[in-house]
């Protein structure tokens, strides 16, 4: 499948380069906006799978539910290294838009997030592009 020639998953794929690319960068900001670095790295790797989706011609539903992403996409073949990732990365994709408590996270939150959704964007890269070994 050549992906890159839909429109609809280029745009998908490169909003979430976008995301993740701000993730790392507030990653470094003074003083720190840890929240904000997880918000968007779950945007990436929200980003990522709905390309995925999107890329295999499967409906793409409106939410932030990482796990749910990942459960429709066990048709293409197992998902069981990105379950666990989507799983930490799905409550920073509504916390963070408010106040209180859910929206706060610490530095190892950001980095841990920062490195799950660069996990899953290679994943699904490799899905994409036919490099997967578990792509069957």
């Not at 906006?33 to 539903?61: G, I, N, T």
């Not at 197992?78 to 799905?90: D, N, W």
């Amino acid at each position: 499948m050549k992906w890159l020639d839909r429109a609809e998953v280029q745009a998908w794929w490169a909003l979430s380069a976008s995301d993740l690319r701000v993730a790392r960068v507030v990653l470094d900001l003074q003083p720190p906006e840890w929240h904000v670095a997880c918000f968007h790295a779950q945007q990436a790797a929200e980003k990522a799978l709905k390309a995925l989706l999107e890329a295999h011609e499967l409906p793409v539903p409106r939410t932030h539910d990482l796990a749910l992403l990942v459960q429709r996409l066990n048709a293409l073949g197992p998902t069981g290294e990105v379950a666990e990732p989507a799983i930490r990365l799905s409550i920073h994709g509504v916390g963070p838009r408010y106040p209180g408590p859910s929206g706060e996270a610490t530095e190892t939150d950001a980095r841990v997030a920062v490195a799950d959704a660069t996990a899953i964007r290679a994943w699904a890269e490799g899905l994409l592009t036919g490099t997967n070994a578990d792509n069957g």
